[in-house]
Nanobody, 124 residues
Framework: QVQLVESGGGLVQAGGSLRLSCVVS????????MGWFRQAPAKEREFVAT????????YYADSVKGRFTISRDNVENTAYLQMNSLKPEDTALYYC?????????????????WGQGTQVTVSS
């Protein structure tokens, strides 16, 4: 059983920063491609960022490119999402997800395991 636990969300003013963490337990973390997704109220869940097994490849949604950075620590079994220059439109429930098949992906259907989410609220 793979478990993902997110943390680091909170309330921040526009222009501020937050760092989300996702601790993975139960299986070998380095075997999973990791992704971050988010869901704003009354909207569908959307892709934010993904990172390959060895962290050499990353992809970002256009809306966060240049402001967010995804990373991973294969020793600490943790994925991170550093969020800078936050905007009110970044307000959402942020989920991390793990993909057991090869290759990064922006498609949530390709991710097998999901965390419960951590709330990020950006005030204007």
């Amino acid at each position: 059983q793979v478990q993902l636990v997110e943390s680091g969300g909170g309330l921040v003013q526009a222009g501020g920063s937050l760092r989300l963490s996702c601790v993975v337990s139960g299986r070998t973390f380095r075997n999973y491609v990791m992704g971050w997704f988010r869901q704003a109220p009354a909207k569908e869940r959307e892709f934010v960022a993904t990172i390959s097994l060895n962290a050499r490849t990353t992809y970002y949604a256009d809306s966060v490119k240049g402001r967010f950075t995804i990373s991973r620590d294969n020793v600490e079994n943790t994925a991170y999402l550093q969020m800078n220059s936050l905007k009110p439109e970044d307000t959402a429930l942020y989920y991390c997800a793990a993909k057991s098949t090869y290759g990064t992906s922006k498609l949530e259907d390709e991710y097998t395991y999901w965390g419960q989410g951590t709330q990020v609220t950006v005030s204007s």
